[in-house]
């Protein structure tokens, strides 16, 4: 009770249980857009149908000498092209959204598909171990090479026999000891009372091939002497 008698209304509850209500899906508020902005667009030609007949009314009106009825029309042509300005507002503002949510979807669509590659790569490279293991994997196959050629390397290599092998010194002496003993062998063949070696070998008869006496005869020849021989007969 207050001074006056009467009583101090309590002020409205704020329900606090009842949650908000969720928000359209963004494919659903694109279809809501896109529906408004086509009942927008019906009820601006049929607006537009009506100024063009409040116009065709006034002229008729005004060529029959009826001034007061013109005006009338005239006045709902102009409250009609009043509805269709704000129409043609709101319709700019529908499609202004329509843009933007389409452009949100494809945004959406585009972050979804990065942070799916993302994902993916963050895998694949824990599967691989990281940059450090992928790295030391290298180093390994590297040193592998490098052991592999230093194998090939080490079997083409000439083996030292122990007890042939001798110094080159002593290679090159036993060389010239053999070229040597060529030489001395060489001369032991040599006269040295001036005779050579042709000398005292024993004169053969050298017989040089002789011409063929007989007449070697063509195929025309022979052909005639076989004919001579068979008449003879």
Request: with cysteine; proline share 4%; aromatic share 2%.
């Amino acid at each position: 009770m207050n001074l006056f008698g009467k009583s101090k209304k309590d002020p409205p509850r704020v329900d606090t249980n009842n949650s908000m209500p969720s928000a359209p899906s963004q494919q659903g508020a694109i279809a809501k857009v896109r529906d408004t902005i086509e009942t927008v667009s019906k009820r601006e030609e049929h607006i537009q149908r009506k100024i063009d007949a409040e116009v065709k009314q006034a002229k008729e009106f005004a060529a029959k000498g009826k001034k007061p009825q013109a005006l009338q029309c005239i006045k709902r042509k102009k409250m009609y092209e009043k509805q269709l300005e704000q129409i043609g507002n709101t319709k700019m503002t529908l499609e202004t959204q329509q843009l933007q949510l389409e452009a949100m979807k494809m945004n959406k669509e585009i972050l979804d598909a990065q942070k799916a590659a993302a994902g993916a790569m963050k895998a694949q490279m824990a599967d691989m171990g990281g940059v450090e293991a992928v790295e030391a994997m290298v180093d390994e196959v590297e040193e592998g090479l490098d052991d592999a050629h230093d194998i090939g390397e080490a079997l083409v290599r000439s083996v030292g026999v122990p007890g042939v092998d001798a110094d080159e010194d002593e290679l090159l002496a036993e060389l010239d000891g053999l070229e040597a003993d060529d030489l001395a062998t060489d001369l032991s063949f040599v006269n040295l009372g001036g005779e050579s070696v042709l000398s005292q070998m024993p004169a053969a008869p050298i017989s040089m091939p002789t011409a063929p006496t007989q007449k070697v005869m063509t195929d025309e020849e022979r052909e005639l002497a076989e004919l001579e021989a068979s008449m003879t007969m």
